[in-house]
């Protein structure tokens, strides 16, 4: 029996699930139904695959629908906070990409209602790598310190939060400079569209409040980069990570959407898995 799946948000990841699905690169799963604040990039989406997929206009609408097992969050951090429960009470699983919506009411209750209901929350290693080396790590709690470094373009970075913690447009950085250095959970409320990967990161590991986080706006840069460096009684773990951005997002990494698709992947085929 295939997967059914639900998308929610038609960006440049929910497009690009979209056309994987039209390429046949999900063969055990079935693209039921698409939602996006704005219809018109829903309708457009949803044409890429023929016969074109059910555009609902809300999510409650989508989940009426029925035959939906999954449903893949695409879209943001306030979806997530707007959406979660609504989907999870309707059955269905959820994946979610917009990761740091888990550290802040209310989506910071939704392992705990997925637990209640009997549902699960998916989590994609987005641009990131070594998640499952961290999570062993942490079994018996042996990881003492991890630490995230990420640099971007400055044109990768949100404009208006740069305005407001620096004063300065992205044309105006010149030379490497630090916007953000603090813990995972403030990292993903000022920039809630750039570093999810530290939310990620948080939950696999020490916590959002212990994960330190820096991001450095690098106009010599032009891949996204994530340095991620942990220590502990398991040993040391450093991994460095360069992203070639998509193309219709410069704020997202290729890598991110190649992880959503093969974790959607992993959880509607039959056989071995790998790291899911």
């Given at each position: 029996?295939?997967?059914?799946?639900?998308?929610?948000?038609?960006?440049?990841?929910?497009?690009?699930?979209?056309?994987?699905?039209?390429?046949?690169?999900?063969?055990?799963?079935?693209?039921?139904?698409?939602?996006?604040?704005?219809?018109?990039?829903?309708?457009?989406?949803?044409?890429?695959?023929?016969?074109?997929?059910?555009?609902?206009?809300?999510?409650?609408?989508?989940?009426?629908?029925?035959?939906?097992?999954?449903?893949?969050?695409?879209?943001?951090?306030?979806?997530?906070?707007?959406?979660?429960?609504?989907?999870?009470?309707?059955?269905?699983?959820?994946?979610?990409?917009?990761?740091?919506?888990?550290?802040?009411?209310?989506?910071?209750?939704?392992?705990?209602?997925?637990?209640?209901?009997?549902?699960?929350?998916?989590?994609?290693?987005?641009?990131?790598?070594?998640?499952?080396?961290?999570?062993?790590?942490?079994?018996?709690?042996?990881?003492?310190?991890?630490?995230?470094?990420?640099?971007?373009?400055?044109?990768?970075?949100?404009?208006?939060?740069?305005?407001?913690?620096?004063?300065?447009?992205?044309?105006?950085?010149?030379?490497?400079?630090?916007?953000?250095?603090?813990?995972?959970?403030?990292?993903?409320?000022?920039?809630?569209?750039?570093?999810?990967?530290?939310?990620?990161?948080?939950?696999?590991?020490?916590?959002?409040?212990?994960?330190?986080?820096?991001?450095?706006?690098?106009?010599?840069?032009?891949?996204?980069?994530?340095?991620?460096?942990?220590?502990?009684?398991?040993?040391?773990?450093?991994?460095?990570?360069?992203?070639?951005?998509?193309?219709?997002?410069?704020?997202?990494?290729?890598?991110?959407?190649?992880?959503v698709l093969t974790l959607l992947r992993e959880l509607s085929r039959p056989g071995i898995h790998l790291g899911v």
């Amino acid at each position: 029996m295939n997967l059914g799946v639900a998308l929610v948000g038609c960006g440049a990841i929910g497009s690009s699930v979209v056309e994987a699905f039209a390429r046949g690169e999900i063969p055990h799963a079935v693209l039921q139904g698409v939602f996006d604040r704005d219809l018109d990039r829903a309708r457009a989406v949803s044409t890429s695959i023929t016969p074109p997929i059910p555009v609902a206009s809300s999510v409650a609408e989508l989940l009426a629908a029925g035959g939906i097992q999954l449903v893949i969050e695409a879209a943001s951090q306030q979806a997530v906070h707007e959406y979660g429960e609504a989907i999870l009470r309707a059955g269905c699983d959820l994946l979610i990409l917009s990761v740091g919506a888990l550290l802040e009411p209310p989506g910071s209750g939704l392992p705990k209602l997925a637990e209640q209901l009997g549902r699960r929350l998916y989590i994609p290693s987005g641009g990131i790598v070594g998640i499952d080396g961290l999570k062993a790590a942490a079994f018996r709690g042996e990881v003492e310190s991890v630490v995230l470094t990420t640099r971007k373009p400055p044109y990768a970075l949100a404009p208006e939060v740069l305005l407001e913690r620096l004063q300065l447009q992205p044309s105006e950085i010149h030379e490497p400079m630090l916007v953000y250095e603090g813990p995972a959970r403030e990292a993903v409320r000022y920039f809630p569209a750039n570093i999810n990967v530290a939310a990620t990161l948080s939950l696999a590991g020490i916590g959002p409040e212990r994960t330190l986080v820096r991001i450095i706006a690098d106009p010599r840069q032009t891949l996204n980069v994530h340095e991620i460096y942990a220590r502990g009684t398991f040993g040391e773990m450093s991994l460095t990570v360069r992203n070639v951005t998509h193309p219709r997002n410069p704020r997202t990494s290729m890598l991110a959407v190649l992880s959503v698709l093969t974790l959607l992947r992993e959880l509607s085929r039959p056989g071995i898995h790998l790291g899911v």
